[in-house]
């Protein structure tokens, strides 16, 4: 009972984007390639071109990009969705054995890692078109031991997030320095393109009116007040 109990609770978990294949087999035979888009000891989530229907059973051979052992598995297709040039195939996985159950996690906990490392490499871009205040953030970011470039004009902060040369983890700007055509502009980045941004406000925790709307986007972090710690906090969301 006991043993039931924790197996019950391991299952449940968040699925985690992971890099990879998943080579499906149905019968014996080679059904195809599919990319694998997440995983947990729950199922597995693959896209591809060939649709299979819901209930069959399959057989999934899961190689990881990231250097985690291959992984092979059983389960049943339990929904079907037509996806870009394709299908998106949810597999549910009915019995796992422990190990299974600790390689599936250490895979999504290597993943996890792997992308923190990746993200704390990438600078953060600043953009604040006061020379102290600027000075003053890069500043603090530094503090972290987290690398930063900072510019002063629009076109530059455009520039810098359009290109290719360098990818930026985020954007840093201040509510009190941008005019509308400003936020706008970052808008657009934290809507269309997913970018991370925090938006520091006034010391006394005042928001401009673009600045609020702003905050309420999911990348978007707003610290309470202009402070160290909040900085901080800010950083780590």
């Not at 400003?182 to 401009?208: C, H, K, W, Y």
Request: aromatic share 4%.
């Amino acid at each position: 009972m006991g043993h039931a109990r924790a197996n019950g609770d391991r299952r449940v978990h968040h699925r985690v984007d992971l890099d990879g294949r998943a080579v499906v087999f149905q019968r014996g035979a080679h059904v195809g390639q599919y990319a694998l888009e997440n995983l947990s000891a729950g199922g597995a989530f693959i896209s591809g071109e060939r649709e299979l229907r819901p209930g069959h059973l399959v057989h999934v051979l899961i190689d990881f990009a990231a250097g985690n052992p291959p992984m092979s598995m059983t389960g049943s297709i339990h929904r079907v969705r037509e996806a870009d040039n394709g299908v998106s195939l949810a597999i549910r996985f009915p019995v796992l054995s422990a190990d299974q159950e600790d390689a599936i996690q250490d895979a999504v906990l290597r993943t996890l890692l792997r992308r923190e490392e990746q993200a704390a490499r990438l600078p953060l871009l600043v953009f604040e078109p006061r020379p102290r205040v600027r000075q003053e953030i890069e500043a603090e970011i530094r503090s972290f031991g987290l690398p930063v470039t900072s510019v002063e004009s629009l076109d530059e902060a455009v520039r810098e997030l359009e290109g290719e040369e360098v990818e930026y983890a985020g954007l840093v700007i201040h509510s009190a320095t941008h005019d509308r055509a400003s936020m706008e502009v970052v808008e657009f980045f934290a809507r269309t393109e997913s970018l991370q941004t925090i938006i520091l406000p006034e010391p006394d925790g005042e928001l401009n009116d673009m600045a609020k709307r702003l905050s309420t986007l999911p990348h978007v972090s707003v610290p309470r007040i202009w402070s160290r710690s909040e900085l901080r906090r800010a950083l780590r969301n």
